[in-house]
């Protein structure tokens, strides 16, 4: 708002160059609050009062910036590039070293993840050369994310930890804290919850202080999620509702979509489908209304998961297709793995088992090289069933036996051997699933519980 009332205040003195530099400070804080397309409006309207090259520059980068945000990485590439050439011509300082970040940023949000790796490491090394701090733990952030997004934990640890000493020797409390945020969000991909946890918690303390409540709207999230792959739902919802009122009070629709999602999986996990559509289509238009890609994608690939489980089969394979596409386009491993998953699920209970196959192998391809245990099973079960399709009775229990013997989760034991009792039609199978899913119904009430007991229950006493 103050940069704002300073940019009318110079256009009514005329000095039409400070209000374009006022409305790109303000931008700035758009962007900051997920108020992206506002942001990109201002930014226009900034550079049609910029007079001076080196003006016009800083506005372009940064526009850039929050077109690849927004997904229009066309004009992205154009902004960036007229940035670029700018800044190519002066001496080599912190806004060359920008600029190739924000292309970067392009890049990895078109797949080209090499070509992005190759722009953070020139951001690097220009850094590195001036002594910029700041830059240099903003790109090995960066390189850290991307060697995430491709599954290179170990690499993108170092990274971020690289990152962590930098802002530790420059006191920054906020960077201290981001980079254990990404520290912990590494963890949390491995599963690792019991360090994810306490590392997120180090961070929530140290920003607790400062009422950075977009910093600390995102670490209640991530400690909900903890929570949420632990099975302590409560607790989850607890942080998600935080997170909520946090991100609302600071109006940043981005963290708004995301909680509500949240919130909807926490519906979808006790089977309260009607609320969690709601609350996934809210999400997914907030995500829409701002230009924010991945939330698109997240928000679909979960509705998708909802009706497949009413059996709505068609409409799960359309919004998990869309899904998908997203997903290959950011390059984003860790979700697209589970996507095309789901996707084989779908396939497979539609008669289209071929697709399935294809689907389901590629995406074990990519989830195996992420160690998520919850993502491997459904895909290593599909596995074993297509098998069965195929003839394959052998094969298939001979996975499914090997699944049984690593599973020490109830809700896994059961639908192993429901699917083992399928393939082989052996009774003792029948009776340890009845066993289990009679446990499951007794401790949660959830519907497919009751139904899957009631066929074992019909078929035993048959």
């Given at each position: ?193 019991e360090r994810a946890l306490p590392t997120y918690q180090e961070a929530l303390a140290l920003l607790t202080p400062l009422g950075d409540r977009v910093g600390l709207a995102d670490l209640q999230s991530k400690i909900g999620g903890v929570y949420f792959e632990q099975g302590q739902y409560s607790l989850a919802k607890s942080h998600f509702e935080e997170a909520l009122r946090l991100d609302r009070a600071t109006n940043n629709r981005a963290g708004v979509g995301l909680h509500t999602g949240n919130l909807g999986v ?197």
């Amino acid at each position: 708002a103050a940069f704002g009332l300073a940019a009318e205040r110079a256009f009514g003195l005329g000095e039409a160059e400070v209000q374009a530099q006022m409305r790109a400070f303000q931008a700035d804080f758009l962007v900051q609050l997920g108020e992206r397309s506002a942001a990109a409006r201002l930014l226009r309207s900034a550079l049609d009062h910029a007079n001076t090259p080196p003006t016009r520059a800083r506005i372009q980068s940064l526009l850039g910036h929050v077109l690849q945000l927004q997904g229009d990485q066309s004009e992205a590439v154009a902004q960036q590039q007229a940035a670029l050439d700018h800044f190519l011509l002066a001496q080599p300082g912190w806004e060359l070293a920008l600029c190739h970040e924000r292309f970067g940023g392009v890049y990895r949000a078109l797949g080209d993840l090499d070509r992005a790796m190759e722009s953070y490491q020139r951001a690097l090394a220009i850094d590195e050369s001036i002594g910029n701090g700041v830059g240099i733990a903003r790109h090995e952030t960066s390189l850290g994310n991307v060697h995430t997004y491709r599954g290179q934990y170990e690499a993108g640890l170092a990274c971020f930890e690289r990152a962590l000493v930098v802002h530790r020797a420059l006191g920054n409390q906020i960077g201290i804290a981001t980079q254990l945020t990404r520290i912990g969000r590494i963890h949390w991909e491995l599963s690792d919850f019991e360090r994810a946890l306490p590392t997120y918690q180090e961070a929530l303390a140290l920003l607790t202080p400062l009422g950075d409540r977009v910093g600390l709207a995102d670490l209640q999230s991530k400690i909900g999620g903890v929570y949420f792959e632990q099975g302590q739902y409560s607790l989850a919802k607890s942080h998600f509702e935080e997170a909520l009122r946090l991100d609302r009070a600071t109006n940043n629709r981005a963290g708004v979509g995301l909680h509500t999602g949240n919130l909807g999986v926490l519906h979808w996990k006790q089977e309260e489908f009607a609320e969690a559509e709601r609350l996934y289509r809210e999400a997914l238009g907030l995500c829409q209304s701002i230009g924010d890609q991945a939330g698109v994608a997240l928000w679909l690939s979960n509705l998708s998961n909802l009706f497949y489980d009413t059996g709505e089969y068609a409409e799960a394979l359309a919004l998990g297709e869309q899904a998908e596409a997203i997903f290959r386009n950011l390059g984003n491993k860790f979700y697209l793995g589970g996507r095309l998953i789901h996707t084989a699920m779908v396939l497979f209970e539609l008669g289209r088992y071929a697709e399935a196959r294809q689907k389901n192998d590629e995406g074990l391809g990519l989830v195996g090289k992420l160690q998520r245990r919850s993502r491997l099973f459904p895909g290593k079960v599909l596995a074993a069933k297509l098998d069965g399709i195929e003839g394959k009775t052998e094969e298939a229990c001979g996975q499914l036996l090997a699944l049984l013997q690593q599973a020490h989760d109830i809700i896994e034991q059961a639908v192993l051997h429901y699917a083992l009792w399928q393939a082989t039609g052996k009774l003792e199978h029948a009776r340890q699933a009845l066993e289990l899913y009679t446990a499951l119904f007794q401790r949660t009430s959830l519907p497919s519980y009751q139904a899957h007991r009631d066929e074992l229950s019909r078929v035993l006493a048959g």
